[in-house]
Every structure is written in C-alpha cells, then in structure tokens.
C-alpha cells in the first residue's frame, strides 16, 4: 500500500506551492511600492510644503521619505532621537552622496550605508554639517505636522 508516500508527496506539493505564492506576493507588493510596505514613502508638495503628520514619524524609528522636485528625486528622512526631538535630513551627505547609498538606522545612530559612519540621532541637525554628516534639512512643528519647505527640499537637490 503506498497511499501515505501519496499524501506526503501532496503535502510537499502543496507546501512548496504555498512558499512560492507567498514568495511572489512580497515581491509583487515591494515591485509596486505600495504605501505602508516600502522602506519609502512618496510625499508630495501643497502650496510650497510637505506636511507629515508628527504622529506618523514619533515612534523612534527613521521614515524616508522621496519627493519630485525640479526633476529630481529629492530623499530625506524623519527621526525621533533619545533627546525626544524630530530630526530631519536629506538622506545623503556631502562626502558619500555620489554612490546614492543614503542612511539607515541602527539603534540611536544613523549610519552611512556607503562608509559606515555613525551619527548619533539626537545630534543630526543645523550645527552637524559637512563630513559624512546626515545633510541638515530644515523643518517646523506646525499643527500636529512636520512642516518642510519645497525651497529647502529643492537646495538638497544637488545630492541626488
């Protein structure tokens, strides 16, 4: 009687078929960058600012971001530090900019995914320039939002 080699080769089949669907899901679901399962985000500027709800980007981990300005794909991120404060910046810097790497978070540093430089979170902002150093950009706390201007999205526009 071989009726339970039948079952189990059904079973098998019927697994790697299941792993293979799954497989093709994720990746059509990263191919189509559908919001809320890409590491990015496209924004989009109204009446000359991005506006990002603080609620969104206050959990401690980085949010990037990416906005069509004059051409270019202008990326930047948001980041909750230890201090408690948001911290924006574009996600490249002055050194590494040319091998389009950007950041990512480790723990309470961001970190340069071309030369491994960290950044302490807390210490990314308009007195932390040049170098390999997140490339400061400005921002407001306007309303429950992240208030960014497009002009200032715009002067970051020679990283990308």
Same mark, same amino acid.
């Given at each position: 009687?071989?009726?339970g080699?039948n079952t ?6 019927l ?5 293979l669907?799954?497989?093709?899901? *994720? !990746?059509?679901?990263? $191919? ?6 890409s590491?990015?985000?496209? *924004?989009? /500027? *109204? ?6 709800p603080? !609620?969104k *980007?206050?959990?401690?981990? /980085?949010h ?5 300005e ?14 408690? $404060?948001?911290?924006? /910046? ?5 050194? =590494?900019?040319? /091998?389009k ?7 309470d ?5 071309n =030369?491994?430089?960290?950044? $302490?979170? $807390?210490?990314i ?10 490339s400061?950009?400005p ?5 429950g939002?992240?208030i ?8 970051? !526009?020679?990283?990308?």
């Amino acid at each position: 009687m071989n009726h339970g080699t039948n079952t189990m080769g059904t079973g098998l089949r019927l697994g790697i078929f299941t792993g293979l669907l799954i497989l093709v899901g *994720v !990746a059509t679901v990263f $191919a189509l960058n559908i919001p809320g399962f890409s590491k990015v985000e496209k *924004v989009k /500027a *109204v009446n000359g600012v991005v506006s990002i709800p603080v !609620a969104k *980007v206050s959990d401690g981990e /980085a949010h990037f971001y990416r906005i069509k300005e004059g051409g270019k794909d202008i990326g930047f991120f948001i980041v909750k530090g230890a201090d408690g $404060a948001l911290h924006t /910046a574009f996600d490249s810097c002055d050194v =590494c900019y040319k /091998a389009k790497k950007g950041y990512e978070q480790k723990g309470d540093f961001m970190v340069c995914k071309n =030369c491994n430089q960290r950044f $302490a979170i $807390a210490k990314i902002g308009p007195h932390a320039v040049g170098g390999c150093n997140p490339s400061y950009l400005p921002s407001t706390i306007q309303g429950g939002s992240v208030i960014i201007k497009s002009g200032d999205l715009q002067s970051g !526009a020679k990283y990308f």
